[in-house]
């Protein structure tokens, strides 16, 4: 009986396109019709908000009637602006939830796929000293990539410098971004790998927490032989349970794209395309670099190899650039990388860690973004800073969550251990969405070359 798998990846791949199309042309359909009184609405209130501000910024004097009356103002518009907001999000409500449903559903499976995958394939390893050979190898190919990417950001906005043209003054230290901030220590990064209840680790979806308890548990399976044996036999079928509920979810991957797609035209319309087509332009330029640095390095220890490679992940990777959420695309990369050729004990180990230690698309961004912000407040950053900022971008990204919006988080504690305006991040909210679709498909990608590396790196026919 003839093996029917790739028509169905490649008629889901077809569909999700469908769906992005689709999304685009509803999209724009409401952003014109639909919605378009909230969206000028909107407009116009912010106008005048940077109006208000401007004129708060001239005056000098913060006890006169005048400067009263502006806060008070401020305070009445952006009241009015959030419930126009609201009013609208209700508008399109039916279809963010598409997408979120989808999310939901992702999250539901991950962390059982995670522990499950991880424990065995630490378990088929053997042994301890088996872990560490891998491990070592994983880690090392992680940290090049990770410092690769930051330094790469770097670079590129330093070189293109998008951040001059917005010549903006520095903003009240009182805006408030709706970024939640995270200036992680090493003291509280270690507290947020290591887990007090793997449960609760679990029920928040940290995935680092779940990683390490993982590996703790496969390999004291490992260590009791064969009454380790029974246990992992059962965690390898409850596994493919979760595999085979995996592909139901992915099947609904097209509605998903279709209701996140529109609901961001709608919103945002189809100057979103171009409103930071610089910005937009040049961090998918270096996204493009970042994609050819990668699959040359993996080219060079998997070979010709890497095309077919390339082939199998084109489908999570559409997946992840869809969704905006590297998480997305995990059940079906841990498919097709074992389609490919990977060992199942590499996949089920590497990429789990990969998903991480290992979001190169994210890294870069992290950079990228923070610099950018500085530019347009017309902070200089010398080179040096710019390095301790790579370093601390390098250790708080760790355990980020692949998921919309995570960059931003760590980017906000980022922007305050280096006194930066946090207010900056509003510069990029409107278009992160169509940042995070290219960084998402970069951390599959990342992910992908990782695990094949490794792979090679165990398996001289891989």
Not at 94 to 109: E, G, Q, V, Y
Not at 119 to 124: D, L, T
Not at 262 to 281: E, N, P, R, V
Not at 425 to 453: E, F, H, K
Request: charged share 15%; with cysteine.
């Amino acid at each position: 009986m003839p093996d029917t798998t790739p028509k169905k990846g490649n008629r889901l791949t077809l569909y999700i396109i469908i769906g992005l199309a689709a999304g685009i042309a509803l999209g724009f359909w409401f952003n014109e019709g639909y919605v378009k009184s909230e969206n000028n609405q909107i407009i116009t209130i912010e106008s005048s908000l940077k109006s208000i501000d401007n004129q708060l910024l001239a005056i000098k004097d913060t006890t006169a009637h005048n400067f009263h009356s502006l806060t008070s103002l401020k305070v009445q518009l952006t009241a009015t602006k959030a419930k126009i907001i609201e009013a609208r999000d209700v508008k399109l409500e039916p279809f963010s939830l598409l997408a979120d449903i989808f999310l939901r559903l992702i999250k539901m499976i991950i962390a059982p796929l995670v522990f499950t995958t991880l424990v065995v394939g630490v378990a088929k390893l053997g042994d301890l000293k088996s872990v560490g050979r891998i491990g070592g190898k994983t880690l090392f190919w992680f940290i090049c990539a990770s410092l690769t990417s930051l330094f790469l950001g770097m670079l590129l906005v330093n070189f293109f410098k998008p951040g001059l043209a917005m010549h903006l003054s520095l903003p009240d230290t009182l805006v408030d971004t709706g970024v939640k901030k995270t200036a992680l220590s090493l003291r509280e990064f270690l507290y947020h790998v290591f887990p007090t209840s793997v449960i609760d680790a679990m029920a928040r979806n940290e995935i680092l927490q779940i990683v390490i308890f993982a590996m703790f548990f496969g390999v004291g399976t490992a260590a009791i032989g064969e009454k380790g044996a029974i246990i992992i036999k059962s965690i390898d079928a409850f596994a493919h349970v979760i595999l085979k509920v995996t592909g139901y979810v992915m099947n609904l991957a097209p509605l998903a794209v279709f209701g996140a797609i529109s609901c961001i035209i709608a919103k945002q319309g189809l100057g979103i395309l171009s409103t930071y087509s610089i910005f937009i332009a040049e961090f998918y330029s270096g996204l493009i670099i970042l994609w050819i640095i990668l699959f040359l390095a993996g080219g060079i220890f998997i070979g010709k190899r890497v095309f077919t490679l390339m082939r199998h992940i084109k489908e999570p990777a559409l997946v992840a650039f869809s969704t905006s959420a590297s998480e997305a695309a995990f059940p079906k990369l841990l498919l097709e990388l074992e389609r490919f050729g990977c060992p199942n004990k590499i996949v089920s180990f590497v990429l789990p860690l990969g998903y991480s230690f290992n979001l190169d698309g994210s890294m870069m961004y992290m950079t990228f973004a923070s610099i950018f912000i500085a530019q347009s407040y017309g902070i200089h950053l010398d080179p040096g800073t710019q390095m301790t900022m790579l370093l601390v971008l390098m250790l708080t990204s760790k355990g980020i969550a692949g998921v919309p919006r995570a960059s931003l988080v760590v980017i906000a504690g980022t922007l305050a251990t280096f006194k930066i305006p946090e207010a900056g991040i509003a510069l990029l909210l409107g278009i992160d969405p169509l940042l995070d679709m290219g960084r998402s498909a970069t951390n599959v990608i990342g992910n992908s070359i990782a695990t094949a590396v490794v792979s090679k790196w165990e398996q001289k026919h891989v």
